[in-house]
C-alpha cells in the first residue's frame, strides 16, 4: 500500500506541474478556490448536528444561450430545468442536489452552481473518449480545481450501446474500458482522480455486474485512497436469484466493506418499481451488509413520466416507508449524511 501512495504522489506532482503549466494562470487558480468555496459555507456541522437533506442524483438540462457548448443536442434531454428542481426541493424540503452532469453541460452546471450556492453542487462527466489523454485529465482537473465540481462521473456506455447509438465502440481505446478499466493503460484518470481527492462515480448497469466488482477492486488496490460512489448502485435487479434470493458478489462485498466505496440507493422510479426485486429484499441486503454509512438516497429524477411534486415525494418517503428496520438516524445517514461525508459538503 505505501509503496502505491508514494508512487503516486510523485507521479501526482509531476502531473500537476504538467498540467498548471497547460492550464495556466495566478487568475485562474485565484478563480479556483473561489468558486469552490462557492460550493458551501464555512462551518462542517449545523447546530443541531443533523446532517443536511440531499439528492444525491440530479439533473438539470435546460440550458441558456450563454450555456451552449460545442456539442449541445436538443434531443438530449436529462430532466427539466435548474427553477423546477428547486421548486421540488423546496416544496418537499430538501436542501440541495448532487448534479450529474453530461459533457455538454459544464457551463450551464457551472453558472447554477454560482448562482444558487449551497443549493447545487456538479459532478464533471466529460467525453470518455478523450481518456486517458492528456486533454481529458485536464480537462477533469480545470472541473474540479477550478471549477469546485464535486466529482468525476465515468461511465463509458456499454459498447453495444454504442454501435446502437451509430458510434464506433473503438474510439473508446483498447482494451476497451468499459470492462477493461482497471487495464494500467487507465491508471493516470485514476491517479488523478485520487490526487484531486474527489470521487470517481462509476456506472454499474447489467452488462457489467461481473467485472465492475472485481475491476474496481483492481483500481482500488493500486490506489488504495480513491474515492468510489457506485452510480445506481451495485445494479440491484441482477443480485435477485432465480429463486428470489440475493447473492451481492464477493468481490463487492470486499469492495464496499474495505475501501471508500459508497452506493446510491434510486429508489421509486416509475420505470423500475422492482428495481430492488420483490419485497424491497436487495434494499434490506445491502442496508444489512454495508450500513447505512455505505448508501445514499438519490432521485434521479429524469426517468419520470410526471415530474409531480408527488412523484418526487414518492421517491424521498421510499425508504422510510418500505425500511421499518431503518432508525431515524440511518434515514437521515442515507438522506444526505453519506453525500455530506463522500462529496465534502459542508453546511
Ligand atoms: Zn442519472
Given at each position: ?34 468558486e469552490a468555496?462557492s460550493a ?107 471549477w469546485g465540481f ?198
Amino acid at each position: 500500500m505505501s509503496s502505491s501512495r508514494i508512487d503516486g504522489g510523485q507521479t501526482r506532482r509531476g502531473f500537476l506541474q504538467r498540467s498548471a503549466q497547460a492550464l495556466g494562470t495566478a487568475a485562474a487558480a485565484h478563480l479556483a478556490g473561489a468558486e469552490a468555496r462557492s460550493a458551501g459555507t464555512s462551518s462542517q456541522t449545523r447546530k443541531d448536528g443533523k446532517p443536511m437533506i440531499i439528492d444525491a442524483h440530479g439533473h438539470i438540462s435546460q440550458v441558456e444561450i450563454q450555456d451552449l457548448e460545442g456539442e449541445y443536442r436538443k434531443n438530449w434531454k436529462y430532466g427539466m430545468g435548474h427553477r423546477d428542481n428547486l421548486y421540488l426541493m423546496d416544496t418537499i424540503g430538501i436542501e440541495m442536489q448532487v448534479l450529474q452532469c453530461a459533457f455538454y453541460l459544464h457551463r450551464y452546471h457551472r453558472r447554477v452552481m454560482k448562482e444558487h450556492p449551497g443549493r447545487f453542487v456538479a459532478i464533471s462527466k466529460i467525453d470518455e473518449r478523450l481518456l486517458p489523454g492528456d486533454r481529458g485529465l485536464k480537462l477533469i482537473q480545470q472541473h474540479i480545481e477550478e471549477w469546485g465540481f464535486k466529482g468525476w462521473y465515468y461511465d463509458c456506455w456499454p459498447p453495444e450501446q454504442r454501435v446502437e447509438m451509430g458510434m464506433d465502440p473503438k474510439e473508446w481505446g483498447t482494451p476497451d474500458p468499459f470492462h477493461h478499466f482497471d487495464h494500467p493503460r487507465y491508471d493516470p484518470q485514476w491517479e488523478l482522480v485520487q490526487s484531486l481527492g474527489v470521487p470517481a462515480c462509476v456506472t454499474s448497469y447489467s452488462y457489467n455486474f461481473e467485472t465492475l466488482g472485481p475491476g474496481l477492486l483492481n483500481v482500488l488496490k493500486r490506489f488504495p485512497d480513491l474515492k468510489v460512489v457506485v452510480i445506481h448502485g451495485y445494479w440491484p435487479p441482477s443480485c435477485v436469484q432465480d429463486d428470489g434470493s440475493v447473492r451481492i458478489p464477493d468481490a463487492v462485498v470486499e469492495l464496499v466493506k474495505n475501501y471508500n466505496v459508497v452506493m446510491e440507493i434510486l429508489p421509486g422510479l416509475q420505470h423500475r418499481p422492482d428495481l430492488y426485486g420483490p419485497g424491497d429484499t436487495v434494499l434490506k441486503a445491502f442496508y444489512d451488509t454495508f450500513g447505512p454509512s455505505k448508501l445514499m438516497w438519490g432521485s434521479e429524477y429524469t426517468h419520470v413520466n410526471l415530474p409531480t411534486v408527488e412523484q418526487y415525494r414518492r421517491q424521498f418517503d421510499y425508504v422510510k416507508e418500505r425500511c421499518p428496520y431503518m432508525s431515524e438516524s440511518d434515514i437521515a445517514q442515507i438522506r444526505g449524511g453519506t453525500a455530506m461525508e463522500t462529496y465534502e459538503i459542508r453546511t
